[in-house]
């Protein structure tokens, strides 16, 4: 896959970062705006998406690398079966967390408000441990599939692909 | 005790996180992963046996996910459950076992079948994810968390099939032809689940069972839920996709997408019994499943009869079996609103419908392994290439003779026990279906003396010199699955009144089914 | 009658779909099929939550005393939408593989296990 203009180029470097921390912000405030983990989670991936296309995929297979997003996918889902398992005192996916005082533990006060972002518990927690896991694995579908661009017919020689 | 009330989610919780751990642990030591992901089955195997004492003993059990206690599932003030709950009774802990069984005999076995290096973690990740998700769909009360668990088993099972897909063609094509199946059905299953939420606002089994009126739309419904259950579970207008899946998966997964065919095949009781009861038209319904029966014993076996490759028979032999339960409970169905056809012969029609579906899985199970291990020795699955096999793979040989013997229904192993419940209720209902059933049972029995000749008997061939018996874990799965079919055909009559009993009865009754949700437990 | 439309969009689009499951012969048309019925499911769900005259039920900012539309089937469809990502990520991956082995994604020349 060939590199773009540089007008193209230029504009990437430009919006890549402010699409990433967009998504991070909606994978956070999951539980008061909407969106959530995989909302966000696909928002950051299409800023990997962006910059394959722009850069092509043997710059960008340098610098995203798949085995460390393998291991931020598992590293996700632990995370999301380990907090649901911590409930177990109660029943499976108690929201242990909620009213309790303690981390993201305020009540939720009724009626219209702001909304305060230290409430609902193991919600955020979750939304993040899905959000990681979302951009991680969309990652590696995104960079996998173009190195299938590589792929030609099986009588004729297969061109270079690392 | 605290541990035992939150039993039905440890049944998925425990291979749900070994399968959130095993890419770690495959980072680690590539082996360990196939021994962690046995111990986590192993460990979901003893919990279902102490749940099913539970469930057989006390009544059915329900788990509320998040509440303040597992069995509260009206909350202060609300007239319908809003949470998701698990609702475990006799038929769903029935599946539950087959399930967890045939499971944990597949990962012993692949402990030696597989021997690709590189995709291994991710083959024991994808396994634990379909049993996950084959215990959600049978143990679950609520129709849009089936719809879930439906999708992650056909994707796992999408994934295995095509395990084999890095060199060759096969596997990948079988791998699209079900995605495609697999999908179009999952989606007309939630568009189902949508007609029930619009019309009546709530998503669980037993409160829809509650207030379900018998109106237009549920009659669509109603045909949407079948129709495209059945082409999941592999009866015959829909079974295109059953041969190519089932012969080019490796052999230990083929075992366990019988059982996630047969988890549909729950799932059609499951919707016909418990949600609409005796509010359809027993008759016509009961009729159209076992028109499904008979098209699928009958035109299974005829197409299995002329197949060449040994695990697309064994399929097609599949499909065929499956005709048989659909027979059975078709005719339990049919006579639903007449209780004294019912109690006469509409129960025992039923028994052996569902009985069917334990021994089918055993017996599958072990002739796919069989054929598992003629593959894994010689490299083939033709039968035209191979012969006289008996004389290197002497306990492959016993192993599939007790199961050609039970499929074909002969008298000390389990096939016998079920067919029998099924020939003599349903010849009370029509003879004329009895005479099918017993025909078709001739022509199995034909094909497998057939694959027997053509594998195992006659005299030594020079390119197979060297082939020896297969591994002991291979042996240790096949050795099991032998076991439990003498058993079972030794005394069947201990397993129909303890298990298959109590799972008709829980299918029957349906007001035992709602009152434990809307009692107010 | 004008409050159905969305309904009847959902027959149109489920419509197509398995119309171009049944006739067309590329890998990709039919993946892209698949992704028709499925967007036509999603609308279905969508839209059963609608009442009329309601604003949408995010708990902040809200005016008082307001009706909502129902929460439940846009939970339900996101989930749909989730699955449906996967799915198209695996058929794609699919025909890709048989790319790689056969050349070719036209069914016809693709097909080998028969009977």
Redesign the interface.
């Known amino acids: 896959m060939k590199e773009m203009s540089k007008i193209v180029r230029n504009v990437t470097n430009l919006v890549y970062g402010f699409a990433i921390i967009f998504g991070f912000y909606i994978i956070v405030h999951g539980h008061l705006t909407p969106g959530g983990g995989f909302q966000g989670g696909a928002v950051v991936a299409s800023a990997f998406a962006l910059l394959l296309i722009s850069y092509g995929q043997l710059k960008v297979k340098q610098i995203l690398n798949i085995n460390i997003f ?2 931020l ?3 996700g ?2 995370m ?3 907090l ?2 911590l ?2 005192g ?6 242990f967390l909620a009213n309790s005082g303690s981390w993201f533990g305020n009540m939720v006060i009724p009626g219209i408000n702001p909304g305060d972002m230290n409430t609902a518990g193991v919600l955020p927690l979750m939304n993040i441990a899905v959000g990681l896991e979302v951009f991680s694995g969309l990652g590696i579908i995104v960079l996998i599939m173009s190195g299938g661009a590589e792929y030609t017919k099986k009588k004729e020689n297969p061109e270079d692909d690392r | 005790m605290k541990l035992f009330d ?1 039993i039905p ?2 049944i998925i ?1 425990v291979p ?2 070994a399968a ?2 095993a ?2 642990i495959g ?1 680690i030591n590539k082996k360990a992963t196939g021994v962690f992901a046995t111990l986590a089955l192993g460990l979901s195997l003893i919990f279902t046996i102490i749940l099913a004492v539970k469930v057989l003993s006390v009544g059915p059990q329900i ?8 069995f509260l599932t009206l909350p202060s003030g609300l007239k319908f459950p809003i949470r998701i709950m698990f609702q475990v009774d006799a038929m769903g802990i029935f599946m539950g076992l087959i399930t967890a069984l045939v499971s944990f005999l597949g990962a012993i076995y692949s402990l030696a079948f597989i021997d690709k290096k590189d995709g291994l973690d991710s083959y024991y990740s994808l396994l634990l994810l379909l049993t996950v998700s084959m215990f959600g769909m049978e143990l679950t009360g609520d129709l ?1 968390n089936f719809f ?1 668990f439906l ?1 992650i088993a056909s ?1 796992a099972s ?2 295995l099939i ?1 395990y084999r ?1 890095t060199n ?3 596997p ?5 032809k079900y ?2 199946v697999s ?2 059905s ?2 007309m299953v ?2 189902a ?2 007609i029930f ?2 019309e009546y606002d709530v ?1 669980n089994i037993a409160a829809i069972a509650s207030v379900i009126k018998y109106s237009q739309l549920d009659k669509i419904a109603l045909g949407i839920l079948v129709s495209v259950l059945a082409m999941k579970a592999g009866a015959v207008p829909v079974h295109m996709w059953t ?2 899946a089932y ?2 998966a490796p052999a230990p997964i083929t075992m366990i997408l019988v059982a996630a065919s047969q988890a549909s095949l729950y799932a059609i009781f499951r919707v016909v019994f418990s949600l609409y009861n005796i509010t359809l038209n027993t008759l016509a319904v009961g009729w159209i499943i076992i028109i499904f029966g008979l098209l699928s014993m009958f035109i299974g076996v005829t ?1 299995a009869i ?2 060449k490759d040994i695990k ?1 028979l064994m399929a097609y032999h599949a499909i065929s079996q499956t005709g048989y339960m659909l027979l059975g409970v078709g005719v339990g169905l049919a006579v639903l609103a007449n209780p004294i056809s019912l109690s006469q012969y509409g129960i025992t029609a039923m028994e052996g419908g569902i009985f069917h579906i334990m021994n089918h899985a055993m017996y599958k199970g072990l002739l796919f392994l069989t054929a598992g291990a003629l593959f894994f020795r010689t490299g083939t699955r033709d039968l035209d290439k191979m012969g006289g096999l008996a004389h290197y793979m002497k306990y492959t040989t016993i192993f599939f003779i007790i199961g050609a013997a039970a499929i074909a229904g002969l008298p000390p192993f389990n096939g016998f026990a079920s067919k029998l419940l099924i020939y003599e209720s349903v010849y009370k209902f029509n003879p004329l279906l009895s005479i099918i059933a017993m025909l078709v049972s001739i022509l199995t029995l034909a094909s497998f003396v057939k694959v027997f000749h053509s594998a195992f008997l006659g005299p030594k061939l020079p390119q197979f010199k060297e082939v020896k018996e297969v591994p002991r874990s291979m042996v240790l799965a096949m050795a099991v699955l032998s076991c439990i079919i003498i058993f079972f055909g030794l005394f069947p009559d201990l397993i129909v009144k303890n298990l298959v009993h109590p799972a008709v009865m829980s299918l029957v009754e349906q007001f035992k089914y709602t009152s434990i949700v809307l009692g107010g437990m | 009658m004008i409050g159905n439309f969305p309904y009847f969009t959902v027959i149109i689009y ?1 419509g197509c779909g398995i119309y171009i ?1 049944m006739f067309q012969k590329n ?1 990709i048309k ?1 993946a892209i099929g ?1 992704n028709l ?2 967007c036509g ?1 999603n609308l ?2 969508i839209t ?1 939550g609608y009442r009329k005259g309601a604003v949408a039920p995010i708990y902040t900012q809200a005016p008082a005393g307001q009706a909502m539309v129902l929460p ?2 846009q939970a ?1 469809t996101l ?2 939408i989730v ?1 449906g990502v ?2 198209s990520a ?2 794609l991956s ?2 890709m ?2 790319y790689k ?2 050349g070719s994604i036209e069914v016809d020349e ?4 028969r ?1």
Do not use: W
């Not at chain 2, 788990?63 to 597992?70: A, L, Q, T």
């Not at chain 3, 693709?110 to 296990?113: I, N």
């Open positions: 393998s291991l996918e598992s590293c889902l632990t999301f079966i380990t649901a398992f409930g177990l109660v029943t499976f996916f108690y929201n | 939150h989610a440890l919780a749900l996180l959130f751990l890419p770690l980072k788990y509320v996910f998040g509440e303040k206690s597992p849009f879930v999708e994707m999408v994934s095509c897909g060759l063609g096969e990948v094509e079988a791998g699209f995605m495609v999908s179009i999952a989606l939630l568009f689940v949508g939420y619009g998503l041969p190519d012969s080019e197409m002329i197949q697309r | 489920i499951l890998l039919l698949i019925i499925e499911t279905f769900l059963l439940t089937p339900l989930t749909s699955i996967a799915t695996l058929i699919i025909a593989m048989i082995h056969y693709v097909r080998r296990l009977g």
